[in-house]
């Protein structure tokens, strides 16, 4: 496949800088890109990065144009540069294999299962009796639905995902090996004679258009449901306890864990490893950096450091200690010298 | 299933303040409860939910009755508030899916393992040569039971649950999806010609009451064993590292992680995402708060807080040092200027 | 099984000192070994448990004989005593169980896929259209490789492994249940409706003699690939993300997370849960602590500690604030004595 740079820049509604003609045979990293490929400079963090690679075909914000020209270079300036250079990519793309629709014969599917038009059953998945699956939808190799779970329409689940019974999972999700929704909340009650399971007699909710990553885990809520609403995006690794809620539009990020019944408002974002206590609220927008932990709810906007968890300038008065320690010791050492000086005379 | 306060007293042993003809056809959280709904107070940290709650009848105890009355609600006075609603809860949960006893024709059961009576073994599940499963033992679709495994009596497997050859799990376990037992511990030598993989040559055994959360990984001994002792609570996500012991009760929550030969006494508890170093041993009842990371033993009942964890004295002298350094600069500058002062005399 | 001390001491090329006829029968840790069973002191940290131990046989170095002889026990001397050690356990070790070469008629395998001589593919395990598995290659129960993927030969792949589509494994590889390899990498791109998904177009590849342990996840790239190069040695529940580069001899503790496009060197040392930042470089042989975050660059040998990672003197600075704090604090009062005590004259 080799287009040009022309063609690039059509795609994306950019401008181009240089000569329109140059060939493009597909995209790469701005250290490793060749004269053939298309790179993008995504931020200034990376602009010495982008001055020295040989990338022949650069997608630039208008605001970086300069810094990233170079002799013999064509670039293509546009506003949104992640979002066009996403879009160029897909130009290159090997598409993923496609499913393949009906159910395989190794697939072991329940009679009294419902399944949808255009779905694929994948070998050795499994659908227990009740289970509903909606139109298009993908179940993989090694996947197990359980009794009365209700998968919608358009969603794709790869290989070895598990859902447990009755949990609801929506339209057009995606859900990566290895996931487990479902599992049983984390309770024990003292009872007369030692630690007593709290029965998970709930279910796992999970709206349309959420994305969840390889490995991750959902328990399945101790009375009513663990719900996860539309368009948030799960990376792998990460743990969402029972009875939690994660608001829409939420980002969180790998090896992250929420515990029981904390509520996430809307367009949360959860930094790597971050840590969400139970019980506890997150405003809107609250934004936790990664391998923060917090332990108290936060207004909307807010934004948390640290373990425990405080705001940007309580954060950044610990973090600077030492220096302010090393200026105090200065002063002390100056007060003792003077005071030594007075009292000499 | 509609029921009456009464029969929940009874059922609880509590005591009615109101209409103990109050119906009531289900349970729920304080938020969102309504009036024919059954709620709990079960901490005074939520006094302010319980009192705007609308739930028609609450499970409250005697010190926190007042503050739960609110016009027209029936009132369940207990001890354990905890241990009474999750019995009230059992009255209303629909139950879990049944497991289908017999051999799933489309399991793969060497000829050589030994089921006992009333065993389940799901669709896909693979038993090897020399397993014994025991009696009444659940084995879900997908499970992998390996060579000479033997899973004791009373035992539930959710799906894809991996044992691996020769371990042991004991009787009346739960154990979720994704979880992995008997991967190799992680050893690595210096040899002459780069790192050596050190076989790992033991097992992992689980003692009985066990229960496991999904996707969390114990791995096989060095040699001899890797051991989880009876009645142990393992959230999702937990890290059990080679040739640990983890003592009788502990609770380990979710994402924590144990390093190599690590002993954990009886009844011990590591909050989320705490961790625990290679050969250091945990007093009875040490506690470790969530995102801790424990470095050195500690001895009986010890709190281990931050990283590296310190008692709780040294872990507040820490924590509270940003306002004593401002305390101490602020005593510098009443210094300098009592000194400058005297100095102009 | 029993051999004499001095069996063992041929195999490993050490010298005993005392009864070279002593038998053993197996190898054990200092706390539980018996006089028939061979132990190691393989660090000081262990003198007083070997001290105490009633191992009858011992490998030693030769700078702690002295602390490890005891009445009765026979030493046996010689330089690497975790890989003679490791050696000798050897001698006792009962087998893994092997795995039966074919493929098991469970096993779902497309007939366009290409296996080696002497493969082992286990019952439910799903071989997808175009995959490539090398000779002598284990592909065990409930492993599932992706469409165009290539495993290489001599590799072992443990139960419920999840390869996705066309991505490269090695030769001589251990991947341990649970791992998946090629989930898509988390990227979405702010789009004019809402997050747009940044599809994953590139691969994993993992050269040779590499180890994977369980649970672990490793993403498949943006473009390009996310690159585990030779000998480098993953623990449990690990996460690299997408477009990552793990250095040869790399060695990643459990639960640690490298975070996109991050490029680690040659035998860079992650500790239990640490983090790495995505877009940084870690120079070759860096160490970082366990449940440390690095946030910057790393130069070749560089130890990092904290979170964020800092060098060992600005760790320690902070470390020891507590007791810095405490004495200027009695500098300020005896400095206030002195002041006070002046003004009185």
Chains 1, 2, 3 share one sequence.
């Not at 790597?272 to 934004?287: E, M, P, V």
């Amino acid at each position: 496949m080799i287009v040009n740079a022309k063609f690039i820049a059509d795609l994306v509604k950019g401008e181009i800088k240089g000569d329109p003609e140059k060939p493009v045979t597909g995209v790469c990293g701005l250290k490793d890109a060749t004269d053939d490929q298309l790179s993008f400079l995504g931020s200034k963090k990376f602009i010495e990065q982008a001055a020295a690679s040989k990338a022949g075909t650069m997608i630039v914000s208008a605001d970086t144009e300069n810094e990233a020209a170079a002799s013999g270079r064509t670039l293509i300036v546009c506003k949104n540069v992640d979002f066009a250079f996403t879009q160029a990519s897909m130009v290159f793309a090997v598409p993923a294999p496609k499913p393949v629709i009906g159910v395989h014969p190794r697939a072991v599917v329940d009679p009294s299962a419902k399944l949808g038009n255009n779905v694929s059953i994948g070998p050795c998945a499994v659908i227990e009796p009740g289970a509903e699956i909606g139109d298009n939808t993908v179940i993989s190799a090694g996947c197990y639905i359980g009794h009365d779970a209700k998968i919608g329409s358009d969603t794709l689940l790869y290989p070895n995902v598990t859902v447990m019974y009755r949990c609801i999972v929506g339209n057009k999700d995606i859900i990566h090996s290895g996931v487990v929704i479902g599992a049983d909340g984390f309770g024990f009650v003292p009872g007369p004679n030692g630690l007593v399971k709290v029965p998970q007699t709930g279910i796992v909710r999970i709206d349309d258009d959420v994305e969840i990553g390889a490995n991750t885990t959902i328990d399945r809520a101790r009375f009513d449901k663990t719900w996860v609403k539309s368009n948030v995006k799960i990376d792998d690794q990460v743990m969402i306890a029972h009875n939690v809620t994660v608001g829409e539009s939420s980002i969180l990020v790998g090896q992250c864990g929420i515990a029981g019944s904390a509520a996430l408002g809307r367009g949360v974002i959860l930094g790597a490893k971050a840590g969400i206590n139970g019980h506890i609220t997150l405003g809107d927008g609250t934004k936790v950096a990664g391998t923060s932990s917090v332990a108290k709810s936060t207004p909307p906007g807010a934004v948390a450091l640290g373990t425990p968890a405080e705001n940007q300038r309580d954060y950044m008065t610990r973090w600077t200690l030492p220096s302010r320690v090393e200026r105090l010791s200065q002063k002390i050492a100056a007060l003792q010298a003077q005071l030594d000086e007075l009292q000499k005379k």
